[in-house]
């Protein structure tokens, strides 16, 4: 099915709240405009719309309605399609898979395994396949951990008839991100497994850990996690928050990025719009609880400035909807950076009058949009920095780091120009 497909459309399928089988939602289209760049057109089914269980399959650029989107944004795929699709990461393995490099979006979409983030699925058939009920179990997490490490090290080679490429497709995984992962099922339902790679400077997936936790006991809603050592390699298991196990299957929230709610991409020329200022306004308008979801954001910003998370780009944000209604996801990938500069850190995204700077003053400078007067601000960020000050080893420590990699990342946390 790879490759060269004369017919640029799919058909896109979506599993209501609280069903377990897609439907059908729409038809997706890529072609060209008349300056030859890709545009993209989406159009709901006519008995999607008639069904009165339908949902949007976004928030900001598909709507329901009866009409016919175009696109010609991040080469004409819409971004809930994109965050459906393989990242750097997955693409590698249907790259592989495919015996090439660099297929067409389409082609990425229509090959990704169905363990994709969201209720999306995609297919040529206009009605949808019957959802695939094996996931791998944790007991194969050293299997899989073996794969990972053999396409890391590129030694698996581009032929989809080698047995290492057939085996490659066991690991799966339509996830997003850039770092080796998978998603595994245990008895209490799915996981996205994040895995170590032997060039890691120290032991990411505890610290990983760790920093979720830190996070917990900073009043931050995060997901669930464990690790599970596999020989001596440590993998890092977060909850599928966007699955839910239920006697008949999994039940599936719809999920869009923050990259989506922004209308932006990776692209370096599209990145004035990554902005904590703007997300938090786009939220506001698209979730049930605005307060709610607008005062957590804030709270996410001035922790990954003290931890100088500076990987916070758009993607590791998301909102989520489990029924009708939509709400901020919660917190995942979360990873100190211990950076040489004392003065001045750089978040992802901007975060207050003074751009991207990591530093209290900023955070603080646009407090009013995270619907907070200058009082309750200044309390959640003076908090926050004495917990992450006084807590940060003693959690690092309990969570399994070892002294030599929790030294490693000490120059992280509540740096000096925080609060300059
Ligand atoms: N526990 C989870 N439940 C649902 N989706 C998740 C979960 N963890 C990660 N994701 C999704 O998978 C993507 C990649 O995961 P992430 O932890 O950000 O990996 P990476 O370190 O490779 O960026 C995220 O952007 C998010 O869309
Ligand atoms: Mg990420």
Redesign the pocket.
Known sequence: MTSNRSDPECFVYITLPGQVSPITAGKFALTKNRSGDALGRFVYGRSYLDNPQAVEIDPVELKLANQTYETVQLGGIFGALRDAGPDY?GRRVIEKHAGKAQLGELDYLLESPDDR?GALGFGLNKAPPAPKRKFNRTMDLEKLQALADALIKDEIPNDPDAPQVQELMRLGTS?????P?TVVQDDDGLW?A?FNRDDDKWNNTRVEHAMLRLARECGIAT?ESRIETIGSKDVLL?????REKVAKGYTRSRMV?GLTILRTDEAVTVRTRWSYVILVEELRRIVADAKKDARELFRRICFNALISNTDDHP??H?VIARDRTWKLSPA??LTPVPAVAQERRDLAMECGDMGRYANAKNILSQHARFLLNLDEAKKIVNDMQEQVSRTWYDTVRASGVSKQDAEKIRGAFVYPGFSL
Not at 175 to 179: E, I, L, T
Not at 238 to 242: A, V, Y
């Open positions: 990461w983030a996830m997003g991100g850039a770092r992962k996205v994040k997901v977060t909850k599928r928050f966007d990025s993607r590791n998301a995942f990938d």
